[in-house]
């Protein structure tokens, strides 16, 4: 890696010294791909944790990151036991990009309509 690659994921805490850099998380819902979305996130030189999708808001408040990523997963918004992230996620003024079942939660908890399909669908 490049210094200037380096500088763009690297910055000094001005009250430690310590080098700290912008974090994304990925919070894994299942999806067979998250770590493949994280690896992407990583090769466009953005520093990426993949984290449980049940992480606590509270844990999320304290790795400051810049963005959430949702990922997909096998399940559905209406299956008894889904999966779901903490509800104070979203109010941690954080921007959230949710990916097929992740979309699908950020659409239901946040009031909008995710409606059944025919067939179900599966990523391939």
Known sequence: MSVAADDRLHKRDGASGRVTHDTVLV????SQYSQLIARRVREAKVYCE??????????????????????????SVYD????RPDRGVYDLDI??????????????????????????????
């Open 27 to 30: 919070l894994d819902f299942g």
């Open 50 to 75: 993949l984290v449980p999708g049940t992480i606590s808001a509270a844990e999320v408040r304290h790795r400051s990151p810049r963005g959430l990523i949702f990922s997909g997963g096998p399940a």
């Open 80 to 83: 008894d036991g889904a999966p």
């Open 95 to 124: 921007p959230i990009l949710g990916i097929c079942y992740g979309m699908q939660l950020l659409a239901h908890d946040l009031g909008g309509g995710v409606d059944r399909a025919e067939h179900r669908e599966y990523g391939k």
